[in-house]
């Protein structure tokens, strides 16, 4: 079973940009990330902009970011091989 990685919110807000996501704003740690949609909707993800983050929060972005795009596409950057 593949493991979830340590990463820092640094980190996962890259493996997002690479999917379209820019920053938008930022309120305290917290970045705002957003992108249009293939049917022009917003697709608005929060992600914590802290050195590492709790592997909890990393499965409830993983699972946010996967109503947006592939699971298949995000695996690789949140999870071990």
Do not use: C, N, W
């Amino acid at each position: 079973m593949p493991r979830l990685r340590y990463l820092s919110g640094r980190e996962v807000i890259a493996a997002l940009a690479q999917f379209g996501f820019r920053r938008v704003s930022q309120r305290g740690s917290h970045v705002k990330l957003v992108r249009v949609g293939p049917r022009g909707q917003r697709e608005v993800l929060t992600v914590p902009d802290h050195a590492d983050l709790d592997r909890g929060t990393l499965r409830a972005i993983f699972r946010q970011a996967a109503r947006f795009v592939s699971v298949d596409e995000l695996h690789p950057y949140f999870y071990h091989e």
